[in-house]
């Protein structure tokens, strides 16, 4: 999802372009923000993805009654449920009977991946409980340098030029001060941003999808799938 951060006019004539695909391409409307998209990752890039099998039960769950927004993405063998509270989120993939009114969950847990699974488990009943649980679902790491990296971009393909993409983040004035003078630190900052959210357009965000263990940002790319 784009994180452009408006269309803001530089000095150049160059605006910055709508939200559209930004480092990843999602089919999620560009518009949404990221923590109401409605957007799975699958097991095989997200360790904190839970397996389970449904049963109807007397006793168990209603998703359509749950407090909270539930999204379930029909698919063959597998159906994908997205529980969601805010910007905090469990991504299952469900066998069996999900559609009945009510339903048990009996969760597969792999012993490789034990650590991200429990940490997944945590997060649902979590979810369910009505806590806020913030520990579970820190704060991404360099939150702030994604964001620029996917602004840089998105600048970039509208055809913004370096000095261009300098002015829009680090503003006029900063860049009127630092970008022609003895030091060339704030061109360097650019360059390596654009070079690292184009590495990261390329499939870096694997990566950093399986270290976060499912964060409580929306992201997508290959791996991600979208409900209607």
């Known amino acids: 999802m784009s994180a452009t951060r408006g269309s803001r006019s530089s000095r150049r004539g160059w605006r910055t ?10 089919a999620e409307h560009p518009d949404v923000p990221a923590a109401d998209a409605r957007l799975f990752w699958s097991a095989g890039l997200d360790p904190a993805a839970l397996a389970a099998e449904a049963a109807p039960s007397p006793r168990g769950i209603d998703l359509a009654a749950l407090p909270f927004r539930a999204v379930l993405l029909r698919g063959g063998a597998e159906d994908r449920l997205m529980l969601a509270r805010g910007g905090r989120r469990v991504t299952l993939g469900v066998r069996g009977c999900v559609h009945a009114c009510r339903i048990d969950l009996v969760f597969a847990v792999p012993l490789a991946g034990l650590r991200a ?6 997060r649902l009943a979590a979810l369910i409980a009505g806590r806020e649980a913030r520990a579970l679902w820190p704060p991404l790491p360099k939150a702030a340098r994604y964001a620029a990296m996917l602004s ?6 509208a055809g913004a ?5 300098a ?3 680090y503003g006029a004035r900063a860049v009127a001060a630092g970008w022609s003078g003895r030091s060339d630190h704030l061109k360097s900052r650019v360059r390596r941003l654009v070079r690292d959210a ?3 357009q390329r499939g870096g965000y694997r990566a950093l999808v399986a270290r976060g263990g499912g964060s409580s940002k929306g992201g997508g ?3 991600a799938h979208h409900a209607e």
């Open 17 to 26: 372009p709508p939200p559209a695909s930004g480092g990843s391409t999602f």
């Open 117 to 122: 699974q429990a940490l997944g488990l945590r």
């Open 152 to 157: 840089a971009l998105d600048a970039r393909a």
């Open 161 to 165: 030029s370096l000095r261009d993409i």
């Open 167 to 169: 002015e829009f983040l």
């Open 198 to 200: 184009a590495a990261m």
């Open 221 to 223: 790319g290959g791996g």
